[in-house]
């Protein structure tokens, strides 16, 4: 009996660390680029396992999710179809559809093989990347065939080898942006009406100067059985409301990471240029410093990314199960999550999207999907971002200020009052939050305009000055002019 209490005691002990473990993981970093613990940012509402969903075949290798209104769709890869759940007004998930087939013609009903991904358009009709049929389906509202996206129609494709379409996305124009295994030229793009347009948002060639030379004098055997000069591939892909693809990468050399080198998440224009904000200390990479605690190693890797309506764009990290926010300067808001198997841990995250605020984080490992709502704390800081995105300032400015009577160490915060400070003409306010946090330029900017200000407050004083000097200068001179002549008399 002793023996038994003792265990429950111990057991007990474990179930709490873990669970205080799980609640003091949420963290940004500092200027010397050190992890400072931050309050919570976000809450396990619930997790829901595969059984949990009482569906008639559990999840098997679900490998994406994808939100449109209240309803979440799970890619559930083995089982060949897409489930599609109604995220209810009490935060559950709740089946209501199963997508394994579709109608051609009205007549013939054909089905899924190993489907990746889907993308629902703001008409119903929705992209599936029905991978191991080589091809994109897209379908309307009522599963009925409209049109098929096929293998890119081009001299320079390499067609001996399977065309696999593993992401889609589309444009409000109806245009569809494809990511394909075997594939290493960006986006495959097609137009409305399905036509291969191209190649879209090349990642550059990774050059590198040794292998140049080892090919250079190599045999031709070893120059086959070596790789060639290629550009890296997208992972996964989020079209913001804007029209902006955000595309990651996982294809990088890890020290290139911290110099900005490296470009693990990208924001494609019109014509494929990144063009993501990066006005933060450190790029927007994930972990700053990484080790190999508990058999991780490595740097963060990005498996997906999803982009809020105010441009606030979430990464999610598989090789740490950790969640990355950034604003859309490039400034680290918060970062939270680890790898386990307690709520709100992963143990092979593969996707990550959100309806409002709230997150949704799909666990190819364990085929479950965990449900996030933000805390008091996150909801300051989202609110403080908005309100300065709107030009609220004062109201941005207050808000800050409830961020730092819970986290006086949050760094964001002083540098958020700083520029809410800067835009109501508050320079010297502005200038000694920048200085607090050692955030340079903003300083230097501040300062330019307190100068100016400084000098047009004082410009009367300073000409009166100047007059008065150079008139003493004057005077000096006309006394030793006749001094001068005094003594030549």
Same mark, same amino acid.
């Given at each position: 009996?002793?023996?038994?209490?003792?265990?429950?005691?111990?057991?007990?002990?474990?179930?709490?660390?873990?669970?205080?473990?799980?609640?003091? /993981?949420?963290?940004?970093?500092?200027?010397?680029?050190?992890?400072? %613990? @931050?309050?919570?940012?976000?809450?396990?509402?619930?997790?829901?396992? $595969?059984?949990?969903?009482?569906? /008639?075949?559990?999840?098997?290798?679900?490998?994406?999710? =994808?939100?449109?209104?209240?309803?979440?769709?799970?890619?559930?890869?083995?089982?060949?179809?897409?489930?599609?759940?109604?995220?209810?007004?009490? %935060?559950?998930?709740?089946?209501?559809?199963?997508?394994?087939?579709?109608?051609?013609?009205?007549?013939?009903?054909?089905? =899924? @093989? $190993?489907?990746?991904?889907?993308?629902?358009?703001?008409?119903?009709?929705?992209?599936?990347? /029905?991978?191991?049929?080589?091809?994109?389906?897209?379908?309307?509202?009522?599963?009925?065939?409209?049109?098929?996206?096929?293998?890119?129609?081009?001299?320079?494709?390499?067609?001996?080898? #399977?065309?696999?379409?593993?992401?889609?996305?589309?444009?409000?124009?109806?245009?569809?942006?494809?990511?394909?295994?075997?594939?290493?030229?960006?986006?495959?793009?097609?137009?409305? *009406?399905?036509?291969?347009?191209?190649?879209?948002?090349?990642?550059?060639?990774?050059?590198?100067?040794?292998?140049?030379?080892?090919?250079?004098?190599?045999?031709?055997?070893?120059?086959? #059985?070596? $790789?060639?000069?290629?550009?890296?591939?997208?992972?996964?892909?989020?079209?913001?409301?804007?029209? =902006?693809?955000?595309?990651?990468?996982?294809?990088? *050399?890890?020290?290139?990471?911290?110099?900005? /080198?490296?470009?693990?998440?990208?924001?494609?224009?019109?014509?494929?240029?990144?063009?993501?904000?990066?006005?933060?200390?450190?790029?927007?990479?994930?972990?700053?410093?990484?080790?190999?605690?508990?058999?991780?190693?490595?740097?963060?890797?990005?498996?997906?990314?999803?982009?809020?309506?105010?441009?606030?764009?979430? $990464?999610?990290?598989? !090789?740490?199960?950790?969640? =990355?926010?950034?604003?859309?300067?490039?400034?680290?808001?918060?970062?939270?999550?680890?790898?386990?198997?307690?709520?709100?841990?992963?143990?092979?995250?593969?996707?990550?999207?959100?309806?409002?605020?709230?997150?949704?984080?799909?666990?190819?490992?364990?085929?479950? &999907?965990?449900?996030?709502?933000? !805390?008091?704390?996150?909801?300051? &800081?989202?609110?403080?971002?908005? #309100?300065?995105?709107?030009?609220?300032?004062?109201?941005?400015?207050?808000?800050?200020?409830?961020?730092?009577?819970?986290?006086?160490?949050?760094?964001?915060?002083?540098?958020?009052?700083?520029?809410?400070?800067?835009?109501?003409?508050?320079?010297? %306010?502005?200038? *000694?939050?920048?200085?607090?946090?050692?955030?340079?330029?903003?300083?230097?900017?501040?300062?330019?305009?307190?100068?100016?200000?400084?000098?047009?407050?004082?410009?009367?004083?300073?000409?009166? &000055?100047?007059?008065?000097?150079?008139?003493?200068?004057?005077?000096?001179?006309?006394? %030793?002019?006749?001094?001068?002549?005094?003594?030549?008399?």
């Amino acid at each position: 009996m002793k023996k038994e209490k003792l265990f429950l005691i111990i057991a007990s002990l474990f179930t709490l660390c873990a669970g205080l473990y799980a609640k003091d /993981d949420a963290y940004t970093y500092d200027f010397w680029e050190q992890p400072q %613990k @931050s309050p919570d940012v976000y809450s396990v509402t619930h997790v829901v396992y $595969a059984d949990g969903l009482k569906l /008639d075949e559990p999840l098997k290798n679900p490998t994406n999710l =994808f939100c449109k209104d209240n309803f979440v769709y799970v890619t559930d890869t083995d089982n060949n179809r897409i489930v599609q759940l109604e995220y209810t007004s009490d %935060k559950k998930l709740v089946p209501v559809r199963i997508i394994d087939h579709f109608n051609s013609n009205g007549q013939v009903e054909e089905k =899924f @093989s $190993a489907p990746k991904d889907i993308f629902v358009n703001a008409d119903g009709s929705m992209f599936i990347a /029905d991978t191991n049929n080589s091809r994109v389906v897209k379908l309307d509202k009522d599963l009925n065939y409209i049109m098929t996206l096929k293998e890119p129609d081009d001299p320079t494709y390499d067609s001996s080898k #399977q065309f696999l379409p593993e992401k889609v996305i589309a444009d409000s124009k109806g245009r569809a942006y494809v990511i394909a295994r075997n594939l290493n030229r960006g986006f495959v793009k097609y137009e409305y *009406d399905g036509k291969f347009q191209g190649f879209f948002g090349a990642n550059k060639v990774i050059f590198d100067f040794t292998d140049y030379l080892w090919k250079k004098f190599s045999t031709k055997e070893q120059r086959d #059985q070596m $790789a060639s000069f290629s550009p890296t591939e997208f992972t996964n892909a989020f079209m913001d409301k804007e029209g =902006f693809i955000y595309a990651v990468t996982k294809t990088f *050399d890890e020290w290139d990471l911290l110099s900005g /080198d490296a470009k693990p998440i990208r924001r494609l224009n019109a014509l494929g240029d990144d063009i993501l904000v990066e006005n933060a200390f450190d790029p927007p990479v994930g972990d700053l410093t990484w080790g190999t605690a508990a058999g991780i190693q490595g740097s963060s890797k990005f498996s997906d990314i999803t982009v809020l309506d105010d441009e606030i764009y979430i $990464a999610l990290d598989e !090789t740490h199960g950790r969640i =990355f926010a950034y604003d859309n300067q490039g400034y680290l808001l918060f970062a939270f999550g680890n790898r386990g198997n307690i709520d709100g841990f992963f143990r092979l995250p593969c996707s990550i999207e959100h309806i409002g605020k709230d997150l949704f984080v799909l666990d190819n490992t364990n085929a479950s &999907i965990t449900v996030l709502s933000p !805390t008091e704390f996150g909801n300051y &800081i989202y609110l403080a971002t908005e #309100q300065y995105g709107r030009g609220e300032y004062d109201e941005s400015a207050e808000t800050w200020n409830k961020v730092l009577q819970q986290n006086a160490n949050y760094d964001l915060a002083y540098i958020g009052l700083g520029k809410s400070y800067l835009r109501k003409n508050e320079y010297k %306010k502005a200038m *000694d939050c920048f200085k607090l946090k050692r955030d340079r330029r903003d300083y230097s900017k501040a300062f330019g305009y307190y100068r100016k200000e400084w000098v047009e407050e004082h410009f009367s004083t300073i000409a009166g &000055i100047v007059i008065g000097i150079i008139a003493l200068i004057l005077i000096i001179k006309i006394i %030793k002019y006749f001094k001068r002549e005094f003594k030549s008399l």
